[in-house]
């Protein structure tokens, strides 16, 4: 069984083979979201599909939608078993989003993960410091960084902190990727893929679900093991972060059995 932390289902123009893959690979995909409507659609998209999770985020880019009134998140928030993508970006502020209210909206989010005691999967690119200042600022733990970047430095005091990091897709082509995967400890390592990655411009076969088998695949020759024993602790791993949500008993119950039949196989 495969895991991926972080995928945008709902940016798929087609979603049916999307899904096909996903159940043809058994890959229990955490949808993340980029904003109120962005969540609709992924659980919509969850609906059609026993391996996705849908949940609630407002990607940097975002928020000065909700800057000016953060209250009507509270609903998805609440609603949404982790969040994501949240976090900051500022060469994004290029782009029309303030940093002022790119914080705004990270912080109110923080603390609501706080609140709700919730897993936060967290954009950083551009922002590394900032995010980690933000983060130890309001003491927050469970954190799964998404795609890090930063510097070696933020990367040391996240893993202190108990932070999960996530390989995606540019550990193919990736050096910088490459480098860091093995220095993740093997009890903080998630797997995503970030598809459909519109902004990258990969080729079509690079932006569907099935990447996350070459990922792995590359994660295990880069960290000197096999597929197995990265698969074995990246199911462990998002076990541990899932195990007290009580909506996601029945992804929990797949994982276990998974888990109990490659033990009962070898
Ligand atoms: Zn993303």
């Excluded at 430095?153 to 082509?173: C, N, P, Q």
Aim: net charge negative; aromatic share 6%; charged share 25%.
């Amino acid at each position: 069984m495969l895991i991926d932390v972080h995928a945008h289902l709902d940016q798929y123009t087609d979603i049916d083979e999307v899904l096909k893959e996903i159940k043809q690979h058994q890959i229990i995909t955490v949808c993340n979201s980029i904003d109120l409507d962005s969540y609709k659609l992924n659980c919509d998209i969850a609906g059609r599909s026993n391996l996705v999770i849908p949940v609630f985020g407002v990607h940097p880019i975002n928020a000065p939608k909700y800057s000016g009134n953060l209250h009507q998140l509270d609903e998805a928030i609440a609603s949404s078993p982790l969040l994501g993508e949240i976090g900051l970006d500022l060469k994004l502020v290029e782009q029309g989003s303030p940093a002022t209210d790119q914080k705004l909206v990270f912080e109110y989010l923080l603390e609501a993960a706080l609140k709700e005691d919730k897993y936060i999967i967290v954009h950083s690119k551009n922002a590394d410091v900032e995010v980690l200042e933000l983060i130890e600022k309001h003491d927050v733990h469970k954190v799964i960084m998404h795609w890090f970047t930063g510097s070696q430095e933020v990367f040391r005091k996240l893993v202190e902190r108990g932070a999960f990091f996530t390989i995606g897709t540019d550990i193919l082509y990736s050096t910088k990727t490459q480098q860091l995967a093995p220095e993740i400890p093997l009890d903080q390592l998630l797997t995503e893929t970030d598809n459909p990655l519109v902004s990258l411009n990969l080729p079509n076969a690079l932006a569907m679900p099935r990447v996350l088998v070459d990922i792995v695949e590359r994660l295990a020759l880069q960290r000197d093991t096999t597929e197995t024993e990265i698969n074995q602790a990246v199911e462990r791993n998002f076990m541990s972060i899932i195990q007290k949500i009580p909506k996601l008993v029945k992804y929990r119950k797949k994982i276990a059995r998974d888990l109990k039949n490659q033990r009962a196989s070898r």
